[in-house]
């Protein structure tokens, strides 16, 4: 039952029992509308205060009718009370056992250690490819925004072992330090790579002075917020076009143009084929802009006689039904 039909119902019944009681002593003991509501607050909240006129017998039984009408009706507001507490503790206690279950089978997934601005943008974008994500927040504020985005998290420190433990950090295979300050996340990095030594690490820094830090501490790559949002300004006003046009590929929208980064496995049909062959332009109406080779070297803008081998990962720009259509056709086993 949701609490304010439940409001509705008490409402409902103190008006008619009220209702009752002040009709009943205005019938029965012939007395006005002030005297028989006053009877009827007395009686029913049984505080018994005193009594305005002589009762006679009908009234007295009358009396302890709405005496024990008051008393029931009373214990009826405690049982809600004690029941909307009860089930609300059980049904808390129960979702977060659901969903630390949920979190213990997570294989292969990203941990997200600070739910701030960065940190819930950032989980937003990696939510629209997979949901196999943990958030840890300790900011007590943050929780009912986790909760209403939807995503999976544990309240706590994010540099608690323990926690980390808890999170899957030795299953996962990503981490990202966005907690709030540069000290916190070096600390993070730290705690993180000792637990996971295989783990790819992404660490926020405000200072530039704690990039160093932070790659000595551990960390795969380090970003500043504030250096990627200057060079974007810079580029809008000074490239303005090709600005337009990276927001319009980068975008997660399903008409634009994307850029997508696809891993070529030893098994898939265009390992060993060169691109003349590939048939990715004429099948897919997809570009090719880069080949990113095991050894890490980058291709751009590939000739057409080169092959594409295993390992290799493939960036590739088009609209994003032709992309899904190449990802299952690179690894149709895959779902």
Same mark, same amino acid.
């Given at each position: 039952? *949701?609490?304010?039909?439940?409001?509705?119902?008490?409402?409902?019944?103190?008006?008619?029992?009220?209702?009752?009681?002040?009709?009943?002593?205005?019938?029965?003991?012939?007395?006005?509308?002030?005297?028989?509501?006053?009877?009827?607050?007395?009686?029913?909240?049984?505080?018994?205060?005193? &009594?305005?006129?002589?009762?006679?017998?009908?009234?007295?039984?009358? #009396?302890?009718?709405?005496?024990?009408?008051?008393?029931?009706?009373?214990?009826?507001?405690?049982?809600?009370?004690?029941?909307?507490?009860?089930?609300? &503790?059980?049904?808390?206690?129960?979702?977060?056992?659901?969903?630390?279950?949920?979190?213990?089978?997570?294989?292969?997934?990203?941990?997200?250690?600070?739910?701030? $601005?960065?940190?819930?943008?950032?989980?937003?974008?990696?939510? +629209? &490819?997979?949901?196999?994500?943990?958030?840890? &927040?300790?900011?007590? #504020?943050?929780?009912?925004?986790? +909760?209403?985005?939807?995503?999976?998290?544990?309240?706590?420190?994010?540099?608690? +072992?323990?926690?980390?433990?808890?999170?899957?950090?030795?299953?996962?295979?990503?981490?990202?330090?966005?907690?709030?300050?540069?000290?916190?996340?070096?600390?993070?990095?730290?705690?993180?790579?000792?637990?996971?030594?295989?783990?790819?690490?992404?660490?926020?820094?405000?200072?530039?002075?704690?990039?160093?830090?932070?790659?000595?501490?551990?960390?795969?790559?380090?970003?500043?917020?504030?250096? #990627?949002?200057?060079? *974007?300004?810079?580029?809008?006003?000074?490239?303005?076009?090709?600005?337009?046009?990276?927001?319009?590929?980068?975008? $997660?929208?399903?008409?634009?143009?994307?850029?997508?980064?696809?891993?070529?496995?030893?098994?898939?049909?265009?390992?060993?084929?060169?691109?003349?062959?590939?048939?990715?332009?004429?099948?897919?109406?997809?570009?090719?802009?880069?080949?990113?080779?095991?050894?890490?070297?980058?291709?751009?803008?590939?000739?057409?006689?080169?092959?594409? +081998?295993?390992?290799?990962?493939?960036?590739?720009?088009?609209?994003?039904?032709?992309? $899904?259509?190449? *990802?299952?056709?690179?690894?149709?086993?895959?779902?």
């Amino acid at each position: 039952m *949701s609490k304010l039909k439940q409001i509705a119902i008490l409402l409902i019944i103190s008006c008619f029992i009220f209702t009752i009681g002040v009709v009943g002593f205005m019938v029965i003991e012939k007395w006005n509308f002030l005297d028989a509501a006053y009877m009827t607050a007395i009686t029913v909240s049984t505080v018994g205060f005193m &009594e305005v006129h002589e009762i006679s017998s009908n009234g007295r039984i009358f #009396t302890i009718i709405m005496i024990f009408a008051g008393v029931g009706y009373f214990l009826y507001i405690a049982g809600v009370i004690i029941q909307s507490i009860v089930e609300g &503790e059980v049904q808390s206690i129960l979702g977060r056992k659901r969903l630390d279950k949920k979190i213990s089978k997570l294989k292969n997934h990203y941990i997200v250690c600070g739910y701030g $601005r960065i940190g819930r943008v950032l989980c937003q974008l990696i939510k +629209e &490819e997979l949901n196999d994500i943990v958030v840890i &927040e300790k900011d007590d #504020t943050l929780i009912d925004t986790i +909760e209403k985005d939807k995503m999976h998290y544990l309240p706590g420190d994010a540099s608690d +072992e323990d926690l980390l433990e808890k999170a899957g950090i030795k299953s996962a295979s990503f981490l990202v330090a966005a907690l709030g300050t540069d000290t916190a996340n070096v600390f993070l990095v730290l705690t993180a790579r000792q637990l996971s030594p295989d783990i790819f690490i992404m660490a926020r820094a405000s200072n530039p002075d704690v990039r160093r830090k932070l790659m000595v501490a551990g960390a795969n790559l380090v970003e500043s917020p504030y250096d #990627t949002g200057a060079i *974007s300004m810079g580029l809008k006003l000074l490239r303005p076009s090709v600005s337009s046009f990276l927001d319009v590929a980068l975008s $997660r929208k399903r008409e634009a143009i994307q850029i997508e980064e696809l891993y070529i496995p030893k098994s898939s049909k265009y390992t060993n084929v060169a691109l003349k062959d590939s048939g990715i332009r004429q099948d897919f109406n997809l570009i090719i802009i880069s080949i990113k080779k095991a050894s890490g070297e980058m291709l751009f803008n590939p000739h057409f006689e080169t092959l594409i +081998e295993p390992q290799d990962t493939v960036i590739v720009m088009g609209k994003t039904p032709e992309l $899904r259509q190449f *990802s299952k056709a690179i690894n149709p086993e895959k779902k």
